[in-house]
Nanobody
Framework: QLQLVESGGGLVQPGGSLRLSCAAS????????IGWFRQAPGKEREGVSC????????NYADSVKGRFTISRDNAKNTVYLQMNSLKPEDTAVYYC?????????????????WGQGTQVTVSS
């Protein structure tokens, strides 16, 4: 069974850091583009960052550029989202998603597989 599982969310103070992980089971991520999305209460799901299958190309939403870093370790079948300088407006449920090969438009939610999400709360 193909599955994505996010972890690493939690409560953090403004200015703090978290690292989210997205682990795949039932399939290998080698040929998949991975995207991170988030959804805050009452808002639409938005693309945060995405990474090509090789890890050589990345993209970020303007709201997180310079603060978030996406990376992948295909040997561990895992993708990461390092989040620094967190702000209260980063509070949301964060989801990872996977689709084969197509990197273009990867911040739009046209993905085949989705995780269940992990809550990130930034508050003092």
């Amino acid at each position: 069974q193909l599955q994505l599982v996010e972890s690493g969310g939690g409560l953090v103070q403004p200015g703090g850091s978290l690292r989210l992980s997205c682990a795949a089971s039932g399939f290998t991520l080698d040929y998949y583009v991975i995207g991170w999305f988030r959804q805050a209460p009452g808002k639409e799901r938005e693309g945060v960052s995405c990474i090509s299958s090789s890890g050589g190309i990345t993209n970020y939403a303007d709201s997180v550029k310079g603060r978030f870093t996406i990376s992948r370790d295909n040997a561990k079948n895992t993708v990461y989202l390092q989040m620094n300088s967190l702000k209260p407006e980063d509070t949301a449920v964060y989801y990872c998603a996977a689709r084969r090969l197509l990197f273009s438009g990867c911040l739009s939610p046209g993905y085949d597989y989705w995780g269940q999400g992990t809550q990130v709360t930034v508050s003092s």
